[in-house]
């Protein structure tokens, strides 16, 4: 490959050209992805270990919730803070609100299918 074509790859893939609707959009689907694994993981926990006992299952559940909460933390807040070290606290802050509001959409429209259909 020559280096314009690398060049045009890069700035494809690059987060800095995206704007905060479309990063909070990537976030928010990111987010919905890994609750609807982590969701399907643990309706499927019984059939993939068998019975766990009163120790190692709620420990399992509580490590999988730690886990959790790191990877989400990291997915929504990990770039808005680079953004904000770079001093550009306004793009921050739009990037973690767009990613509230995308996630209470895709929320409602789940609601909303799982209510009418």
Do not use: C, D, H
């Amino acid at each position: 490959m020559n280096k314009e074509k690398i060049s045009k790859i890069k700035k494809a893939f690059s987060l800095k050209e995206k704007s905060s609707f479309w990063l909070g959009l990537l976030q928010g689907g990111v987010v919905f992805f890994y609750i609807a694994l982590i969701t399907l993981f643990i309706s499927r926990a019984q059939v993939l270990f068998g019975e766990l006992n009163a120790i190692t299952g709620p420990a399992m559940l509580l490590i999988l919730l730690v886990l959790s909460i790191l990877f989400l933390a990291l997915v929504v807040f990990a770039y808005p803070i680079l953004v904000f070290k770079e001093g550009n606290a306004k793009k921050a802050i739009s990037i973690v609100a767009y990613s509230f509001f995308w996630l209470l959409l895709i929320f409602i429209v789940f609601l909303i299918l799982l209510v009418f259909v």
